[in-house]
């Protein structure tokens, strides 16, 4: 993968993840987020030149992994909510 069409792969999945977060598709959201992320770190690793960039590009994989971990938070209380529910329906 060259440098423009490894990073720009990452930004247009990062686009679609924001997209899908925006409309409430959270899953889909978290895939993308992490599959984006994915294409950051390689970008950083084999593309990206001088320090700057890669200190750019760090800094937005902070902020996408961030969202990603709050997405499975999101699930894992979901979950939760939704095993005590039945739990409750069950009685």
């Known amino acids: ?9 990452a930004i247009d999945l990062v686009t679609k993840a924001t997209d899908k977060d925006k409309a409430k598709n959270y899953e889909e959201a978290l895939r993308l987020y ?8 390689h970008a ?3 593309d990206a030149h ?3 960039a890669k200190e750019s590009i760090r800094a937005k994989c902070v902020q996408y ?3 990603a971990e709050k997405l499975k938070e ?3 209380n979901k979950e939760t909510w939704q095993e005590a529910s039945e739990r409750k ?3």
């Open 74 to 76: 999101y699930f894992k």
């Open 34 to 41: 992490q599959h984006a992320v994915e294409y950051f770190l």
């Open 65 to 67: 992994l961030d969202r």
């Open 50 to 52: 001088g320090e700057k």
């Open 44 to 46: 950083i690793k084999y």
């Open 1 to 9: 993968m060259s440098a423009p069409n490894t990073l720009q792969k």
């Open 89 to 91: 329906t069950a009685k």
